[in-house]
């Protein structure tokens, strides 16, 4: 079957709309309602969407919406394919203006990110769609998956009712990076909430008879510094990281500080030894607790909570969508290359609902930045890999 190139000019208007949409996670609605609007002029029926009770599981108690999934009939006899992205982008870019700038887009505002992650991976799903339903081009059933709330920890994904996507055999999603890097693995992730409690004195009167939250804290972050279980961590060829990214606590320099508040978060490949990492966090702060004491023995506490963001996946290179996704970008003359990330993806989680999804780029370039970039010839490219996807080239 011959390859379809995807029509430039609308694609790039497609995505300067998505772009100018504000939508932070859990803020995502009226990037549902755009995405509805423009398959519903395309020629879909209203029968086909469907939305999720994701936001009401995820830890944004005001969401506005849960993740979008359309399913579309299909015109040849051929198994369904999930094309997919998310939707929310993260505070830095809500607000910009697109402008164009020779082959890139980005902001118009200096303090302001583009936000093409992943709204640029929204425009090649959408694009894609509109292209089948209004040229009327055969295709197979295809269901659509724009997601909520990835950037705060692949909320949309995680709690995805994976019901409405009616058994897709394929599955692909698109986010950042070149089109022609093929995603097929990504580490775990553990975020932990530290909630140390010391013993308030005056500082200048009695400081005996405070025990520092501040210290227990800070002889805890120093022993995993210490002991190589924070940053980058090897362990017996055993690889991960560790990152204390959030404090905060005290009131006065004249009171012993009582209590200190801390975020924390834990990576590795190898979820044994990501708990492995999550553990050795925990001692540190519990040791450090039980150590600091004041003049009467008495020592401070620490409460610990935390949560799996995202088991790590990696697939097979023998699973058909990895080899469906080589074949697509072969017969567009384009060379793949096979990477594992070191982030999370929504695909972590797809995969752990047994739906196994190739992650594609989109041209995005420094991501999460003020300087954040869509390189368009990439942007393109990435385009014309969703539309063959979607027609099943």
Same mark, same amino acid.
């Given at each position: 079957?011959?390859?379809?190139?995807?029509?430039?000019?609308?694609?790039?208007?497609?995505?300067?709309?998505?772009?100018?949409?504000?939508?932070?996670?859990?803020?995502?609605?009226?990037? !549902?309602?755009?995405?509805? =609007?423009?398959?519903?002029? /395309?020629g879909a029926e209203k029968s086909w969407f469907c939305y999720d009770k994701a936001h009401?599981?995820?830890?944004?108690?005001? =969401?506005?919406?849960?993740?979008?999934? +359309?399913?579309?009939?299909?015109?040849?006899?051929?198994?369904?394919?999930?094309?997919?992205?998310?939707?929310?982008?993260?505070?830095?870019?809500?607000?910009? %203006?697109?402008?164009?700038?020779?082959?890139?887009?980005?902001?118009?505002?200096?303090?302001?990110?583009?936000?093409?992650? $992943?709204?640029?991976?929204?425009?090649?799903?959408?694009?894609? !769609?509109?292209?089948?339903?209004?040229? &009327?081009?055969?295709?197979?059933?295809?269901?659509?998956?724009?997601?909520?709330?990835?950037?705060?920890?692949?909320?949309?994904? &995680?709690?995805?009712?994976?019901?409405?996507?009616?058994?897709?055999?394929?599955?692909?999603?698109?986010?950042?990076?070149?089109?022609?890097?093929?995603?097929?693995? =990504?580490?775990?992730?553990?975020?932990?909430?530290?909630?140390?409690?010391?013993?308030?004195?005056? !500082?200048?009167?009695?400081?005996?008879?405070?025990?520092?939250?501040?210290?227990?804290?800070?002889?805890?972050?120093?022993?995993?510094? &210490?002991?190589?279980?924070?940053?980058?961590?090897?362990?017996?060829?055993?690889?991960?990281? /560790?990152?204390?990214? +959030?404090?905060?606590?005290? !009131?006065?320099?004249? #009171?012993?500080?009582?209590? +200190?508040?801390?975020?924390?978060?834990?990576?590795?490949?190898?979820?044994?030894?990501?708990?492995?990492?999550?553990?050795?966090?925990? =001692?540190?702060?519990?040791?450090?607790?039980?150590?600091?004491?004041?003049? $009467?023995?008495?020592?401070?506490?620490?409460?610990?909570?935390?949560?799996?963001?995202?088991?790590?996946?990696?697939?097979?290179?023998?699973?058909?969508?990895?080899? #469906?996704?080589?074949?697509?970008? /072969?017969?567009?003359?384009?060379?793949?290359?096979?990477?594992? /990330?070191?982030?999370?993806?929504?695909?972590?989680?797809?995969?752990?609902?047994?739906?196994?999804?190739?992650?594609?780029?989109?041209?995005?370039?420094?991501?999460?930045?003020? %300087?954040?970039?869509?390189?368009?010839?990439?942007?393109?490219?990435?385009?014309?890999?969703?539309?063959?996807?979607a027609v099943g080239t």
């Open positions: 079957m011959a390859t379809i190139a995807a029509p430039r000019a609308k694609a790039l208007q497609l995505v300067k709309q998505l772009l100018a949409i504000p939508g932070g996670s859990g803020r995502e609605q009226q990037v !549902a309602q755009f995405i509805e =609007a423009e398959l519903l002029a /395309a009401k599981r995820g830890p944004i108690a005001d =969401a506005e919406v849960g993740n979008l999934v +359309v399913t579309i009939p299909g015109t040849v006899d051929a198994p369904r394919r999930l094309l997919m992205a998310h939707m929310d982008t993260v505070p830095l870019c809500v607000g910009c %203006t697109p402008v164009r700038k020779g082959d890139v887009l980005e902001s118009r505002e200096a303090d302001r990110g583009l936000g093409a992650d $992943d709204r640029a991976g929204v425009a090649v799903v959408l694009n894609a !769609a509109c292209q089948i339903l209004r040229k &009327k081009l055969p295709h197979p059933p295809l269901t659509l998956l724009f997601t909520i709330e990835e950037e705060i920890g692949l909320h949309g994904a &995680k709690n995805l009712q994976t019901s409405l996507l009616k058994k897709p055999a394929l599955a692909f999603n698109w986010d950042g990076g070149s089109p022609t890097k093929l995603t097929i693995g =990504a580490i775990g992730g553990y975020r932990m909430f530290l909630d140390v409690h010391g013993i308030a004195s005056h !500082a200048g009167v009695a400081p005996e008879r405070g025990a520092s939250a501040i210290t227990i804290a800070s002889l805890a972050i120093a022993r995993l510094h &210490k002991s190589g279980w924070l940053g980058k961590i090897t362990k017996k060829k055993k690889l991960g990281t /560790a990152n204390v990214g +959030v404090i905060n606590g005290g !009131a006065a320099t004249n #009171v012993v500080c009582d209590s +200190v508040q801390l975020r924390a978060e834990a990576r590795s490949h190898d979820v044994a030894f990501l708990h492995d990492i999550v553990a050795q966090i925990e =001692a540190a702060f519990r040791d450090a607790a039980a150590e600091v004491k004041n003049v $009467d023995g008495n020592s401070g506490s620490v409460e610990i909570t935390g949560r799996l963001d995202y088991e790590p996946f990696l697939l097979s290179q023998d699973e058909p969508s990895v080899q #469906v996704a080589q074949q697509t970008l /072969a017969t567009l003359g384009l060379e793949s290359e096979l990477s594992i /990330a070191n982030g999370g993806l929504d695909a972590n989680w797809l995969f752990r609902h047994g739906v196994p999804a190739v992650t594609f780029g989109c041209g995005q370039r420094n991501q999460h930045m003020a %300087t954040e970039q869509l390189h368009l010839e990439s942007f393109y490219q990435a385009c014309d890999i969703g539309l063959n996807i």
